[in-house]
């Protein structure tokens, strides 16, 4: 198989996504499988995505108070039992060291599926008093939790991500926090990754095992089924009784703080592939696109040559002349490969300009723009192009949020029958707000028979007096049905 | 115990110097123990130092071509025991997952101590042609060593690191990349955490087990013992061989690469304690100090408050004006508690300058400027402090440097007898010059009975014929002799 053929070599979108997003992620070089059961390997174009919105949601975490930590990639085994309801929502996913240093080890050590438990016994000598609070921390690491099914990125044995963990005086304290942790989500997926997400409360069945209650952020697929983008739990006093933390508080009493925890991972990287791209491979949004704009020079006399990479200096000179533009990640694509393979090889993996660069061009001191995620065509002044970047990138970004975002207001359906959710389900798919009672049965029936779940209640779902689509008692607001991944 | 007495309750570095490392390491709360056996929690002060070297790190490292990448934690067992030598070093040290998901696995995973293994067998598939080579890449993760004796930072069951992974057409290029790895930890060690370091060629019997050879950057702490701060090989073929990597070269001959990779862990945090601390605590190098200047309010009444106030307001509006002293971190501890306990906080913290603004300060538009290092005090008007503080943390940077290599060059000692370097190690302790024959057996002897062993053959080190202290046999040149951590 020629290189040359990789974009239109790859699966079509529309006749099988699930095919079209794997040969994305393998042939644009965003990761690979491992000779690890489940696990990946990330390679550099998908780590430095990934990369990128570790860093904005550092500052995003950051800004909100919360400093970096480390804790052990081990728990013991009696730590993680101390919390009933957790361990019985991790064990079956636990993944266990039994030996080391060449012998049998007296207790099983887990490998985290999350810290929760490690935290909590952790923190009690450093939670005395009122003044130790709130304890603001966060942990960029990897986790493991023993997968059925895998999918690279959206779903693998180890996965990277970061976990915060906080805890509170009051439960008011803590429920503020839960909050903040869900808008760093927000923001991080809408303005960096151009991903519209609902902010939502889960269900009691899908809420994170020891929790009191969690919220999360979902999102729409390009095959229109939801993704869980990032979720934020209020533990309330759950973990810390089990440990025993104990604070002396301004009323001279002794209590149990009050935690949280809130989590995003490189399944993000992912939903950035699911969300924005063709049939041609990724359509990156350009806050996160490891290169804004290629520039692919064109000529066949090393005179030509000479007078094309001459324009490209004094382009590239220009726009470093601003801070906006010296901040544009351009690559210069000189390989020894034709311009067709360098325009499948850039298209395929997303980045949101190329400029085409040849002799022509540069006797009109110009260059030919074309945007990947229309593939529009305009030869544009050199040095208008220069001044203009920076605010072209920017309109990109902001395109690609609003085509998403109708994209998903377009997939979105009240329905008020159960028949109706069926008939959608298996029809176009979307998203699909209808009356619920709130009861679990309820919520499993529809499961066991389609496949689908409650993504969320959503917090801008308005009271809306109705009847549960299922049973028939009464509702008070629609909720989100989805298939999910 | 009342938390004033922080650093006057510090073991004195003077008195012992293993007492005092973990004093300072648990009180100015770099790390704490954790339930786990050998593994550490790093908190956020000590996480900071980290990422800040992290950060320096990682620039270096993309500087000169390496894109950052994730491979899998776990290595299979059949995996690690491709290399023969690799395995022998590595095994003992293992943590082996035996079960997950609920059931015993077919075959055992190691936790990686290493990720040699599992890349070579991984990018088989990357590297067909010379025009894939070099391969050039860097992970940052966590790699866990059963450990028998454990000390914070310094040696841990898990620990974080940077592992760079190249792979090369000729043993030319992968000789090259040694050095340019090699030049990284330098610069980093050097010019960052102020840290001189010796470059040199580790012995057969201390080189990375399946490399060609090792070499490393050796530095000298407080207490006189070695501490090898980084370490980059020269994996020859070995790997590439085992794992069956081969490659059409340009004369059209199929060929295996050749390996090299290098690390770098946050033992450095430790050693940056142990190189410039003292009695009362860190003494931090300006560039990886979280807080570089802290500025402590003095004051009673209300009005005197506000008077401070606007007068720090000012100072830090001025330290704004220009885009040097935009980048100095600093902190105002408002904090409810008397200077003196600041005082103690900060000055236990190494933070390089305090600066106490009380009424009569205010008064005379000035500041008194404390140096941590020296404990030197100066009056310093409040304009001239805001416009010199970039240039005297820069000048406090070189001044660390300074006295770190002086301490370090009159601690080194030329000696030419086997008793000689007894007597030395029992008396002053320091890094020995001393000629050696290159038999293996006589630096093992030298180990047995000292303690102290041959840290590398530094590169500085002038061809010398002498006879080997130990054997009495012709030696080509003086090698490196330490006690070390």
């Given at each position: 198989m020629p290189k040359e053929g990789f974009v239109t070599s790859i699966t079509r979108q529309s006749e099988d996504f699930s095919g079209w997003y794997n040969d994305v992620v393998l042939k644009a070089q965003l990761a690979d499988y491992s000779p690890v059961r489940g696990c990946m390997i990330?390679?550099?174009?998908?780590?430095?995505?990934?990369?990128?919105?570790?860093?904005?949601?550092?500052?995003?975490?950051?800004?909100?108070?919360?400093?970096?930590?480390?804790?052990?990639?081990?728990?013991?085994?009696?730590?993680?039992?101390?919390e009933a309801e957790h361990v019985e929502g991790f064990n079956p996913q636990v993944a266990w060291v039994t030996h080391a240093g060449g012998k049998?080890?007296?207790?099983?050590?887990?490998?985290?599926?999350?810290?929760?438990?490690?935290?909590?016994?952790?923190?009690?000598?450093?939670?005395?008093?009122?003044?130790?609070?709130?304890?603001?921390?966060?942990?960029?690491?990897?986790?493991?939790?023993?997968?059925?099914?895998?999918?690279?990125?959206?779903?693998?044995?180890?996965?990277?991500?970061?976990?915060a963990h906080?805890?509170?005086a009051t439960q008011e304290e803590a429920a503020e926090e839960v909050a903040t942790g869900l808008e760093c989500y927000r923001a991080v997926s809408e303005d960096w990754l151009a991903i519209p997400v609902i902010k939502g409360r889960k269900t009691d069945s899908e809420k994170f095992p020891g929790a009191d209650w969690t919220w999360s952020i979902e999102t729409m697929m390009r095959d229109r089924k939801a993704l869980q983008a990032g979720t934020s739990h209020m533990l309330g006093q759950n973990f810390a009784r089990a440990a025993g933390i104990e604070f002396l508080d301004r009323d001279n009493v002794r209590k149990n703080p009050f935690g949280t925890s809130w989590g995003y991972t490189t399944r993000m990287v992912g939903a950035t592939v699911m969300v924005h791209g063709d049939d041609s491979g990724l359509v990156l949004p350009p806050n996160a696109a490891p290169v804004q704009v290629v520039i692919v020079p064109i000529f066949r006399k090393d005179e030509e040559r000479a007078a094309v990479a001459e324009a490209i200096d004094r382009f590239q000179a220009a726009l470093a002349g601003t801070p906006e533009g010296k901040a544009v990640r351009v690559k210069v694509d000189w390989r020894d490969e034709s311009p067709g393979?360098?325009?499948?090889?850039?298209?395929?993996?997303?980045?949101?300009?190329?400029?085409?660069?040849?002799?022509?061009?540069?006797?009109?001191?110009?260059?030919?723009?074309?945007?990947?995620?229309?593939?529009?065509?305009?030869?544009?002044?050199?040095?208008?192009?220069?001044?203009?970047?920076?605010?072209?990138?920017?309109?990109?970004?902001?395109?690609?949020?609003?085509?998403?975002?109708?994209?998903?207001?377009?997939?979105?359906?009240?329905?008020?029958?159960?028949?109706?959710?069926?008939?959608?389900?298996?029809?176009?798919?979307?998203?699909?707000?209808?009356?619920?009672?709130?009861?679990?049965?309820?919520?499993?029936?529809?499961?066991?028979?389609?496949?689908?779940?409650?993504?969320?209640?959503?917090?801008?779902?308005?009271?809306?007096?109705?009847?549960?689509?299922?049973?028939?008692?009464?509702?008070?607001?629609?909720?989100?049905?989805?298939?999910?991944?």
């Open positions: 990330i390679r550099p174009y998908g780590y430095a995505i990934w990369e990128s919105m570790q860093g904005e949601l550092d500052r995003h975490i950051k800004a909100t108070g919360h400093e970096n930590v480390y804790f052990p990639l081990f728990v013991p085994r009696s730590l993680l039992e101390k049998a080890l007296d207790e099983w050590l887990a490998i985290r599926p999350t810290s929760e438990a490690i935290i909590a016994d952790s923190v009690k000598d450093w939670i005395q008093s009122y003044r130790d609070l709130p304890l603001l921390m966060n942990l960029w690491n990897n986790v493991v939790r023993w997968e059925m099914r895998t999918r690279l990125f959206l779903r693998t044995t180890e996965f990277l991500w970061q976990e906080t805890f509170h393979f360098k325009y499948n090889h850039w298209e395929l993996r997303g980045v949101p300009f190329r400029m085409e660069v040849g002799p022509r061009d540069v006797a009109a001191n110009q260059a030919m723009l074309v945007k990947r995620v229309d593939r529009s065509k305009e030869a544009v002044p050199l040095d208008r192009l220069a001044a203009e970047l920076p605010a072209r990138l920017k309109a990109y970004q902001a395109e690609l949020f609003g085509r998403a975002l109708e994209f998903r207001e377009s997939n979105t359906f009240h329905v008020d029958t159960y028949q109706q959710l069926k008939d959608g389900l298996d029809g176009t798919g979307g998203f699909f707000m209808a009356p619920w009672c709130g009861d679990a049965k309820c919520e499993k029936q529809v499961n066991d028979e389609t496949g689908a779940t409650i993504r969320c209640i959503p917090f801008d779902s308005p009271d809306e007096k109705g009847k549960c689509m299922v049973c028939g008692r009464e509702s008070e607001r629609r909720v989100l049905f989805a298939r999910a991944y």
